[in-house]
Structures are given as C-alpha cells and as structure tokens.
C-alpha cells in the first residue's frame, strides 16, 4: 500500500469526513455502526499525524474487525484518503471495459464494490431547511401503496437486463439468499430424548450400575446432509447470468447452517475448471477475482459433453458420494455430438441423487426443446428449471428439496413427443 502525501486544509472538517467514510464503509459491507464512528474520531485525535501511516492504521484498528474485510478497507482508503485521481479511478471501475479505452492497469480485488459505495454515498449539497408552503410550492401526497417496489421489480428482472445499479443491487440480494435443504435418513443414530430403545446402550449403562436397569437410553437416526455439486457454464452465450449465479454459489458456500455437507462447484466452457476453494474465500470480490484467473475459457465456446465427460472420469466418484444433489446451470447449446451428450448425461443422471438442469433460455414464452444439446439433456433430467432472476433462484430454493418436483419437464417432453 503506497501512502501519498495528506494535505489537510486551513478549516478541515475531519469529523464529518471519518464519519461520510464509514458510511463508504458500511456500503461496502463492513458492519460499522456510530459507536465506532466516536472511537475512530476519538482515536485520531489521539493518534495525530505525526506519522503519514499513523492515520491509516488508526482507522484500520476500528473499523477492521475481520481479515476478508482489509481489501475493502485499503481500497476505500486509497481512493477517499489518498490517491488524487480518486474520482478517474471510480468511473473507470464502475464504467465496463471497451476495448482500447480501458485502464491501464487491472482493477484489484474489491476495487470496483469501493468504487460503488463512495459514488453510492455521493450527497446533493444540503437544502435549506424552510417551510415549502412560505416559497409558494405546493405540497402534493401520492398515493404508492398499489404501486410495484423496487426490489419486487428487481427480482423478476432479467439479469442480462439490468443496469450497472441494478446489477450492484441484484447482487447485494443474491448475498442474502439461501439454498436450504433438509437432511436424507441415515443408518447412523443418536442419543435422543425421544425414539426407539437403544438396547446395546442401556445394556451397557445398567452393566455400569452393577446390573440395574433403571433407565431405558433411546435412539433417533442421525440427520445426514448431502453434497451440493454445481457445474455452472461460463461460454459467450452465457456470461452474464453465469457472472451472476457465482455471486449466489458464493453465498451458498459460506452460509453457515444451510445444511449441505459440502458445496463442489464447477466452471465448464471449453474445458473444466474447479473453482471450489476459491469460492471458500470470504471475500466476494477476491474470490471471483481468483476463480476468474483459474478458469482460461470465459466467454468462449462450449463444448458440454466434452466438460460433463471429463467430471464424471476424473470428479465423479470424489465428490458425488453421500447423495449429491447437481446443479447444472447451461443454456444447453452444445457444439458436440448429441449421442455422446446423452451418454455423459445418463452417467452424470445415474451419479446424483437428483439432477436440476437451470436454463435462462426457458424465461421465454415460446421456448421449444429444438436444439439437438436440449433434446439431448432433457431426458435425463429430474427437474428442468429458469435461471434468469432472482426470483427463479428464490423458486428454486423453496424446491429444492422435494423430489416430486419436476419444473418444466414434464411439458417439454411432451413437445417433444417423448413419455416424461
């Protein structure tokens, strides 16, 4: 971290800037309230600017609490505190790369979400707080209660639709959602209050007390969670929503108590690509940054059978044990043969304990199974979904977990004139 010269002006209001930069802070996701606020003014004071690093790790030492939160911190430092071409640097992290006119350098990991929450937290200068009735103006109540919210619109919106705001907002709602699931029977019990006589642990406990059997010791089968394996298709066609799904796989990973016993997670276009330890870093930015690095195929062709034939030879029998539920996440446009597609996809069928196929092209009215790849897939299947918003993520959390669930499967093959 290079630390630029801090010029402070004849009549700083360095209070009021500590506090516009924990609300920076705080957009960006570090849990900051005003108590903090009063120990990082207090601090400074204390502190002084007898050094040009002292102020940096003041600030840090209250507002940084966890590791995967200094790369926010640093950028918002550098681009609030430090650098004078803060403002270029924002545009140029929010604005989309075009070819021959982007940056000179890469944008650092969670560049681009400082970036957002300083143009986010940029204020209109203050009213004058006057009475709207003593200038003449007339005071007008709308009536918005039929009307549809903004986040109600942004849940059924399309995610290769939206706005660079609305995608920063679609994200943040992807961050708060969960992929529950409840636990499979297993053979394996436990202690319990209630359930069945354990008779080998009532043996043995009344053998403890000289022979005595004054208590019965009763079993309950042990609650088992399967793995969650996901192959999400990052080609040209699918960029966008891909994009998208990863920043919802990310909060699947590090959701604590969402009940799957491992989250495996797969990026496929011409090759494939496992980006699961990178999705275990806490941080957003830095671990699609890092998944982006591994997987060289973004945004190019797909070759789906060659992919799906390459995880069930060399992933298959590591990850899918104990149940695994699979996600696959593709528009279903394959340049391989389709009997070979359909091979690896029966293979891939027989492997999982359910297979839910997330397809944005089935956001259209009149979508028809056409393509040889669709046709291919289709019947090895247990769940054909859309993949396209929020809100078909949010369906597909509440049906994950029943087995009768079918989504549109059952209609497509019967256009295709197939037995379902």
């Known amino acids: 971290m290079e630390h630029l010269p801090l010029d ?42 007898t050094d040009k690093t002292d102020f940096y790790w003041t600030l840090h030492a209250c507002f940084v609490n966890r590791p995967e939160h200094r790369t926010v911190f640093a950028q918002l430092f550098r681009l609030y505190w430090r650098d004078p071409r803060y403002l270029e640097h924002m545009m140029a992290a929010m604005l989309p790369a075009i070819r021959g006119v982007q940056e000179d350098r890469p944008a650092q990991a969670a560049e681009k979400r400082a970036a957002e929450a300083l143009l986010d937290g940029a204020e209109a200068p203050e009213r004058d707080r006057e009475d709207p009735q ?23 919106l399309d995610f290769e639709l939206m706005s660079l705001a609305e995608v920063a907002e679609a994200k943040k709602m992807l961050a708060r959602l ?71 796989l990310h909060a699947v990973s590090n959701a604590k108590g969402a009940g799957w016993a491992q989250v495996h997670a797969f990026t496929f276009g011409t090759r494939l690509t496992n980006i699961t330890r990178h999705l275990a870093t806490r941080d957003v930015d ?46 279903g446009l394959d340049r391989d043969a389709p009997d070979d597609l359909a091979r690896q996809m029966q293979r891939l069928h027989l492997s999982a304990r359910r297979l839910i196929w997330l397809n944005p092209l089935l956001r259209w009215d009149g979508f028809a199974p056409k393509a040889a790849g669709i046709r291919a897939m289709l019947p090895f299947t ?21 087995p009768d669930d079918r989504g549109e499967k059952t209609r497509l093959m019967q256009m295709m004139g197939a037995t379902p």
């Open 8 to 49: 402070l002006p004849d009549n700083p209001k360095l209070a009021g800037n500590i506090t516009h930069f924990a609300r920076a802070l705080r957009r960006a996701g570090l849990p900051i309230g005003p108590g903090r606020v009063i120990d990082a003014i207090r601090a400074v004071e204390v502190a002084g600017f």
């Open 134 to 156: 003593d200038e003449g103006e007339t005071e007008i109540e709308v009536d918005a209660s039929l009307t549809m919210s903004s986040q109600e619109r942004l849940r059924s």
């Open 178 to 248: 969960r992929l529950p699931v409840k636990p499979m029977p297993s053979r394996r019990a436990m202690t319990s209050p209630r359930g069945r006589i354990d008779a080998g642990r009532s043996l043995r406990a009344a053998l403890r007390r000289g022979g005595e059997m004054d208590r019965l010791v009763l079993k309950t089968p042990r609650p088992r969670y399967p793995n969650l394996v996901v192959l999400c298709d990052i080609s040209g066609s699918m960029s966008q929503y891909s994009r998208m799904v990863l920043h919802f």
């Open 286 to 331: 830095a671990a699609l940054k890092a998944a982006g690095a591994e997987a060289q195929d973004w945004e190019g062709g797909t070759r789906i059978g060659a992919c799906i034939e390459a995880f069930n030879r060399d992933w298959s029998r590591r990850v899918m044990g104990q149940g695994a539920v699979v996600l696959l996440i593709t528009d």
């Open 382 to 402: 247990d769940s054909f979904r859309a993949g396209h918003s929020i809100a078909s993520l949010q369906e597909l959390a509440e049906v994950i977990s029943r």
